[in-house]
């Protein structure tokens, strides 16, 4: 069953080399992101994972945890996070899950339902665990994106995302290639009246484009 936007995420128990716990649990309060992977010691994830812990003063500023998964075990996980801090610059100190059993693989929708890990496997057997899915305060999906295994992933794409959907919690929009400190929009739900009521001046650009200052 896929996995939509606004679907609470499966709570499951999850083993990694920081520990055993349930997904719900590592999320709490906070914002989370959960990003995949499809092997341990791979030259693309190898740097993503270094540019995710580079971040690590960034996601604390906006309340995000983060979490790796990869279909290799505890004990490679541990291995290979020297080789990150090597090629990255900056100790992991994220967790990562170690779904041998592809639990967290097929219940993301990331594998269907049939898949399994052939002997002599390589990273092609799991190229679908390539997702990034931000995760809200209520345990709801937000955002998600898959890229294919040649395409390293922007995380200063996925900070923005996250910028935007924490501005967006303050019940407005954000137009294409937002940024924090610019202008959002005004939903189409709200009146004139009542936007500017709410948020005082406004551009009305088209009859349903209204831009305003974003709220603090």
């Known amino acids: 069953m896929a996995l939509r936007i606004n679907d609470t995420i499966p709570n499951l128990n999850v083993t990694t080399d920081q520990g055993a ?14 990003f995949s992977h499809p092997k341990d010691f791979t030259p693309v994830c190898t740097t993503e994972f270094g540019a995710v812990a580079t ?11 983060v979490i790796g998964v990869s279909v290799d075990g505890v004990e490679d996980h541990v291995k290979w996070k020297g080789d990150i801090q090597t090629a990255g610059g900056a100790e992991a100190t994220f ?6 059993g592809l639990e967290v693989s097929k219940a993301f ?10 002997d002599g496997r390589t990273p092609a057997d799991s190229a679908t665990v390539r997702s990034v899915f931000i995760i809200g305060p209520d345990k709801q999906l ?3 994106m898959t890229y294919p295994m040649t395409v390293g992933r922007n995380f200063a794409e996925v900070l923005r995302a996250v910028d935007a959907l ?7 929009a954000t137009p294409a290639d937002w940024q924090v400190g610019q202008d959002v929009i005004i939903p189409t739900t709200v009146s004139d ?20 200052k974003a709220p603090a």
């Open 109 to 118: 929708d990331m594998l269907p339902a049939e898949a399994y890990l052939p």
């Open 193 to 212: 009246e009542d936007a500017k009521a709410k948020f005082g001046e406004f551009d009305k650009i088209l009859p349903y484009l209204r831009k305003t």
């Open 95 to 100: 967790p990562i899950i170690a779904d041998e």
């Open 166 to 172: 924490q501005m967006t919690g303050k019940g407005v």
């Open 55 to 65: 971040l690590k003063d960034e996601w604390d500023a906006r309340g995000v945890k």
């Open 142 to 144: 937000k955002l998600s």
């Open 21 to 34: 716990f349930d997904l719900h649990d590592f999320v709490g309060d906070r914002w989370a992101i959960l």
